[in-house]
């Protein structure tokens, strides 16, 4: 056992892998390149005065400490953006699993253009995030949009009303429009689970006289609980990194209602200027995604195993 393990090891030398680390080089390159020196250089800069509006004071590039992570947690925006994170979050996936949850189950069943409408219930995903914006604008649209117009002859509305313009229901309009963008990326990991469950449990259940609601809790929930469980924590790290979907429709607006993370962020950065808040923002930002992806990384090795 001893020889076979040593031959092994000769055969794992760097020498004789040399061919396969140059081929590899590009891309370990590229890494460090591109994603780990900005990643580190951001950490860096939210430890310095990094404020470009005050790029002439003695103290700028200077080292900071945890200055700027005081002064942004000291900050009542800052922490709105927090809560409508965590809004924006929570309600977000609870939608999206629901809806996720009950349009798998019906394209489940052996339905006539179970394909055709398979493939069309995933359209939404595939549609780019700039079109579902610029959609979604004409629709909450005060003067010729279809949500206005159908309230208006309904009764409800007397005029047109600014979804998107009024800080009760900026947050409610972006969160639909983004449930419809994205339960399709939840929906089909669902389905996929829903095709391992075998009819015979479904049929025996039946004939013992099991109802829909109790074949859905007792056979079809924990079948596909931790597949479920998996596909739920990737797509909150996907809805805590939208910033599209926000930053299309209202760029956080009408006063901060739905401003998050991301994007105050972002105007730190790109409209203030100040870089060390906005570095300081993004490493905890990052440091959130990393906790989740850790919990996602040992689901799927529990999910192995």
Do not use: C
Not at 11 to 18: A, G, I, V, W
Not at 28 to 42: N, T
Not at 215 to 242: C, D, G, H, Q, W
């Amino acid at each position: 056992m001893k020889q076979s393990k040593k031959k092994r090891s000769k055969e794992y030398t760097f020498r004789k892998n040399l061919n396969g680390y140059l081929l590899i080089a590009p891309a370990v390159i590229a890494i460090l390149v591109l994603s780990v020196y900005p990643l580190l250089q951001g950490i860096w800069i939210s430890f310095l005065n990094y404020d470009m509006t005050k790029a002439n004071a003695a103290d700028f590039g200077t080292f900071a400490g945890l200055k700027n992570y005081m002064v942004i947690f000291a900050n009542s925006k800052y922490r709105n953006a927090v809560m409508n994170s965590v809004v924006w979050t929570l309600v977000n996936i609870v939608a999206q699993l629901a809806l996720a949850i009950g349009v798998a189950l019906v394209l489940n069943e052996h339905l006539k253009g179970r394909g055709f409408f398979r493939t069309a219930a995933l359209l939404p995903w595939a549609i780019p995030a700039a079109i579902s914006a610029l959609t979604f604008s004409a629709l909450y649209d005060t003067k010729i949009g279809v949500f206005n117009t159908i309230l208006i002859r309904l009764g409800i509305l007397k005029e047109g009303y600014s979804f998107l313009g009024n800080v009760e229901s900026a947050m409610p309009a972006v969160i639909i429009a983004n449930v419809w963008k994205s339960t399709p990326f939840l929906m089909i990991f669902i389905l996929a689970a829903l095709q391992g469950v075998s009819y015979d449990q479904y049929e025996s259940s039946a004939i013992d006289g099991a109802g829909k609601i109790q074949r859905f809790l007792y056979i079809t929930l924990p079948n596909i609980k931790e597949p479920m469980a998996v596909a739920v924590i990737l797509n909150v790290i996907s809805i805590f990194n939208n910033f599209n979907a926000i930053w299309l429709l209202t760029q956080g607006g009408p006063l901060d209602s739905t401003e998050i993370m991301y994007t105050y962020a972002y105007r730190q950065a790109f409209v203030d200027h100040k870089f060390g808040y906005a570095a300081a923002t993004s490493v905890v930002i990052f440091a959130v995604i990393a906790i989740l992806t850790i919990i996602y990384v040992k689901m799927i090795s529990l999910d192995r195993d």
